[in-house]
């Protein structure tokens, strides 16, 4: 009896041991390695890597040329994505959950760009930005306004890539407060109606308090996604003109990939695995607090 | 005999003859599978050059049954960061291709990826039939040995449109730098952009950047800039070469340019958007394929030094090769004189191969040909001569030079302070 209790007991982590080998290894050795690794200086095929102490950290705080850009356009592009992705995806939804005709249509094709890979979106609006040849640029010159360069002017570039980035991404704002509106109770929107709430005040105070969860959901899936920005920049600028649209995890990606620095591309992970914690352990705090509320 | 021991007994049958077909089966695939010979090289732009290595590889594999020679074909990027990744792992190649010299070649070299290839030379006598300046890198990495054998050998120069030129009442090839400037200036006059380039690849306006170091510094200050010997904002030239930059960049691009990659601004010269491009040899194969060849021209960008600009490209065995001896075998087939004359033009203009013999070739060939016969030395470019960290900051010095958002004397600060730094 005892050892059929301890087999009891023991069963839960046998089940999550297959999961949790994954995670260990996928996931949490590669964050160990990459702390390990921006304390050292090694170019990705030397077999010997030097322990340099700090060295990296002072040299992308201090000296590095990039890294205040990628940093500042990563706070702008995040920045961008907690704005306009959501509020474009509340709207949508809030439209598209009205009974229109070809409603399931409308709703599969703004969620559509979604499903495409960012490198794919890149390639298209790459297409579709090209000075000479592109969609934009056809549009543009029959309306007689002259042709800016959308990724080739650095003033310009990081908010054409945030154009093709918000494309993307404001189908899954949608679908998240499309989820969130179904739990709004059409009783109270009704009563409202029938006390002579106009329609603004019918979503502000109805509406708008039932989405509060979901709308804090959408806001840290967004901040964490824009954080992770990166194949879509790649895909469009590789982080270019003159590294003006260079973001944390590029800048990361290239110090390693490319200039094979892989000590400085560490550091670099590092500072971005910190910015995404310090948002990421919150928004865990926050669902498991409101998760025991609701038991 | 019962039943059931008529089944087993048959059961043990049909087991044993399964398990023996399976042996046989194993043994007869272990006894037919190739030899597989793993070569990473680039995607090449021009389908003749593709269709070549193919062929090449067939040929080879008809000649020694049993060998499957298999081309990897990358990005450049993708091919350098397959390279890392595969270091230190028996899933790297057999041969990969890179650059000669120190620069990028180097790196491998140095880090133990390449092996010493003394003893094939000496066996095949590649001295004897390669030429001179494309082989002369494999001595160059300074551990004693040679690495890698050369690809091809290649050359940059200055293509123009001949019908623009003639727009612009330019009669003859420009033969000194000022008489270059003033060319552009004639065609900008007739509102024709002297020069395409495409901004988003760093490394193709950086071409531009190398010759005009080559012009305003001469051979030995610009080897010593590249070599980091030399400070760069202490040498008025470098200085000088960055304000050049950014007065062509100004006045003589066809613009937009930095949102466009070299492939954009190949297909914008063909479409004579613009007068001249800064290409390499196998630009001929490109252009053949999607134009007259009769309406361009060529001549060496006007440095005023005795070097060609240019450079080689080599495949290196690995050290990690499972046959070393084979892939020998496959490189001294693919440099052969029967091959190279067979093959010539499908990837450059011209062959790594000194005894190949050139006839019935293009007007640009010819041209290029007489290039690599006047010039003996050549100076490569600037990211085969920097190591990767500082080609990255030499790319954005760059750029922001010739869209002028930096002066030539911050660009050369930012560029020494950068290697300053490197530690």
């Given amino acids: 009896m005892t050892r059929l209790f301890d087999r009891m007991a023991n069963a839960p982590w046998l089940f999550l041991a297959p999961a949790l080998a994954v995670y260990a290894v996928f996931a949490i050795w590669p964050m160990i390695d990459v702390t390990l690794v921006s304390f050292q200086r090694w170019n990705g095929i030397d077999p010997t890597r030097d322990f340099v102490g700090l060295a990296n950290y002072t040299y992308i705080f201090t000296q590095d040329p990039v890294f205040w850009t990628a940093f500042r356009n990563t706070l702008i592009w995040t920045a961008l994505s907690l704005v306009f992705p959501p509020l474009a995806g509340l709207l949508l939804a809030l439209a598209l959950n009205q009974p229109l005709f070809g409603r399931a249509t409308l709703r599969a094709v703004f969620y559509l760009p979604v499903i495409i890979a960012p490198i794919a979106v890149a390639t298209m609006w790459r297409w579709m930005y090209d000075p000479f040849f592109g969609l934009f640029a056809q549009l543009l010159t029959n309306l007689g306004i002259g042709i800016p360069d959308f990724l080739g002017d650095p003033d310009l570039a990081l908010y054409s890539v945030f154009i093709a980035y918000f494309w993307q991404q404001v ?83 290239s110090q390693s990939m490319q200039v094979f620095d892989f000590g400085r591309g560490g550091a670099i992970s590092v500072v971005l695995l910190v910015i995404t914690v310090g948002v990421v352990i919150p928004y865990l705090r926050w669902s498991q607090r409101r998760e025991e509320q609701l038991k | ?108 070299v140095a880090a133990g990826m390449s092996q010493p290839l003394d003893s094939y030379y000496d066996s095949y006598k590649w001295d004897d039939t390669l030429l001179p300046t494309a082989a002369a890198f494999a001595s160059s990495y300074g551990d004693g040995h040679k690495h890698g054998v050369p690809f091809t050998f290649k050359g940059e120069a200055v293509y123009y449109n001949k019908a623009l030129f003639e727009k612009a009442g330019i009669t003859e090839e420009p ?62 030239c470098a200085t000088e070469a960055f304000a050049q930059m950014q007065m062509w960049g100004e006045n003589y691009f066809l613009k937009p340019f930095m949102g466009i990659d070299q492939p954009q601004s190949f297909n914008l010269f063909v479409a004579g958007r613009a007068a001249m491009m800064l290409e390499g040899n196998w630009l001929v194969q490109q252009l053949n394929e999607v134009s007259d060849l ?95 960290s500082v080609t990255a900051e030499y790319f954005r010095v760059i750029n922001q030079t010739a869209t002028g958002d930096m002066t030539p004397q911050d660009a050369a600060d930012a560029l020494q302070s950068y290697i300053d730094n490197l530690g």
Avoid at chain 1, 188 to 206: C, P, T
Avoid at chain 2, 318 to 324: E, H, K, M, N, V
């Fill in chain 2, 294 to 388: 009769d309406n361009y021209g060529l001549f060496a960008f006007p440095t005023g030094t005795d070097r060609l600009y240019g450079f080689a490209e080599y495949h290196y065995i690995s050290a990690g090769a499972d046959d070393p001896d084979m892939a020998a075998k496959f490189l001294d087939y693919f440099n052969s004189t029967d091959v190279q004359q067979r093959y010539l033009g499908a990837m450059t203009t011209n062959s790594v191969n000194a005894d190949v013999v050139y006839e019935n070739q293009l007007p640009l060939e010819t041209e290029w040909n007489a290039l690599f016969a006047q010039y003996d030395a050549m100076f490569v470019n600037g990211d085969q001569g920097f190591p990767a």
């Fill in chain 1, 171 to 253: 189908g899954f704002s949608m679908v998240l407060f499309l989820a969130g509106l179904q739990s709004v109770d059409a009783s109270l929107v009704e009563a409202s109606q029938i006390d002579g709430a106009g329609r603004w005040n019918r979503f502000k105070h109805v509406t708008l308090p039932a989405i509060t969860p979901t709308m804090t959901i959408v806001l840290v899936l967004s901040l964490i996604q824009s954080l992770k920005a990166f194949d879509i920049v790649y895909g469009l600028t590789g982080g270019g003109p003159s590294q003006s649209t260079q973001m944390l995890a590029l800048w990361a990606f």
């Fill in chain 2, 1 to 108: 005999m019962t039943n059931s021991h008529r089944k087993t007994v048959l059961g043990r049958l049909l087991c044993a003859a399964t398990l023996g077909a399976g042996a046989l089966g194993a043994l007869g695939t272990t006894g037919a599978m190739a030899q597989e010979i793993d070569i990473w090289t680039l995607n090449f732009s021009s389908e003749k050059a593709n269709n070549a290595l193919n062929a090449i590889a067939q040929e080879f594999e008809e000649a020694n049954p049993g060998v499957d020679i298999i081309w990897t074909q990358r990005g450049v990027d993708e091919l350098k960061t397959a390279l890392r990744v595969s270091a230190g792992t028996d899933s790297g190649p057999d041969i990969f291709f890179s650059w000669a010299g120190l620069g990028l070649g180097g790196e491998y």
């Fill in chain 2, 175 to 236: 033969t000194t730098y000022d008489a270059l400037v003033a060319a552009a200036q004639a065609l900008k006059d007739a509102g024709i952009p002297a020069f395409a380039f495409g901004g988003s690849v760093n490394w193709h306006v950086m071409r531009l950047m190398d010759v005009l170091l080559e012009t305003e510094c001469g051979a030995q200050t610009h080897d010593a800039l590249v070599a980091m010997e030399a400070n760069w904002s202490e040498t008025p």
